[in-house]
């Protein structure tokens, strides 16, 4: 066994091609931590070779720390294998909750197996850590199971500590894209539900808004730009940035300028980069407009306030 960097402690991006055997090994018998989740995740990309799935569900059940026992069940989400499929299934009674709800999670991206569906929607039905729980729900709508969205719709309504279940469900509504999910997001983000459970409705509202739900889904995030709560209006920004809809630019313009918070500020200037980005041509001459409005809006408060500072006998700085 060779160990580069033994201890690690070098800040580096690592390019050491191992052979499966070198991989195993290093595996089962470096002492270091980095090391040994190191081996995992390079053997999780033999996403063709079933002896790199053998190998990583033989270290799983030997392997004496959680955190690498977790990213075990990460790189076997990669391989997608019926071997790897099969450890994950073992991964689902680990003692440890967190490689619990890694195994499920990566259960997730065995999309139309049946059997990963079963054992997904079985431990979302018995597993009581609502970690695992909230992993299930979203790794069910990774698996593409034909009742992924009556699933999700049922976790959207539990709550859970840090609405961890919730949150779930939201993202795993993100990946299903199915529309049915709008107003389910839309009654989650609004002002007075829990502010976690908001900030994942209003981010996941983001990848809702094309098609015949575009002009809603983007009505309603602008709003959200106005939000009491700042990373509520921060996860509205995000989503604005994701929709790419041009008629958000004139505010996000003004967030840029106006928020208090530096980072929402170079969120705000992001969003407006990438929908500019996205914007065809057929979008620039409206673009303009609304930017030409917005200077003109700007252009005429500047003069009132002038007006109302000359009849005070003041001046405006």
């Known amino acids: 066994m060779i160990r580069f960097d033994a201890g690690y402690h070098v800040l ?19 002492p270091d931590v980095p ?36 990213e075990i069940a990460k ?7 019926p071997a790897a499929r099969d450890a994950l299934f073992g991964a689902l009674k680990d003692a440890d909750t967190r490689v619990r709800a890694a195994a499920v999670e990566s259960l997730g991206r065995f999309r139309d197996d049946p059997d990963a569906q079963a054992a997904i929607r079985t431990a979302f039905r018995n597993q009581k850590n609502v970690y695992v729980k909230g992993a299930a729900a979203k790794a069910y709508a990774g698996a593409r199971a034909p009742d992924a969205f009556g699933l999700l719709k049922e976790a959207a309504s539990i709550g ?38 908001r900030e994942a409705a209003i981010r ?16 309603f995030l602008m709003q959200r730009l106005e939000d009491p709560w700042i990373f509520a209006r921060d996860a509205a920004i995000e989503a604005l940035g994701k929709a790419g809809d041009a008629r958000a630019i004139p505010l996000l313009l003004d967030a840029s300028q ?57 001046t405006r700085p």
């Not at 790189?75 to 294998?81: S, T, W």
């Not at 930017?291 to 005070?312: F, G, H």
């Open 160 to 197: 859970s500590y840090r609405e961890v279940v919730a949150t779930g469900a939201y993202e795993g509504m993100q990946d299903l894209r199915d529309f049915r999910a709008v107003p389910i997001l839309k009654a989650g983000a609004r002002y007075g539900e829990n502010r976690r459970r």
């Open 12 to 30: 580096k991006t690592l390019d050491f091609p191992r052979t499966l055997a070198e991989l195993e090994t290093q595996l089962a018998r470096d």
């Open 258 to 314: 106006a928020e208090f918070n530096a980072r929402l500020r170079r969120h705000a200037r992001e969003a407006i980069a990438s929908i500019r980005g996205a914007s065809g041509g057929a979008d620039l001459d409206e673009l303009r407009k609304r930017l030409d409005q917005l200077q003109d809006s700007s252009d005429s408060l500047r003069e009132r306030m002038d007006r109302l500072e000359a009849e005070k006998g003041g």
């Open 75 to 81: 790189a076997l989400g990669k391989i997608r294998l």
């Open 204 to 219: 996941a509202l983001g990848d809702f808004a094309r098609g015949d739900a575009k002009s809603e889904v983007v009505d």
């Open 35 to 70: 090391g040994r989740a190191w081996a995992a995740e390079q053997l999780g990309s033999r996403t063709r070779e079933a002896q790199a799935a053998q190998i990583l569900a033989r270290a799983l059940d030997k392997e004496p720390f959680w955190g690498v026992r977790v």
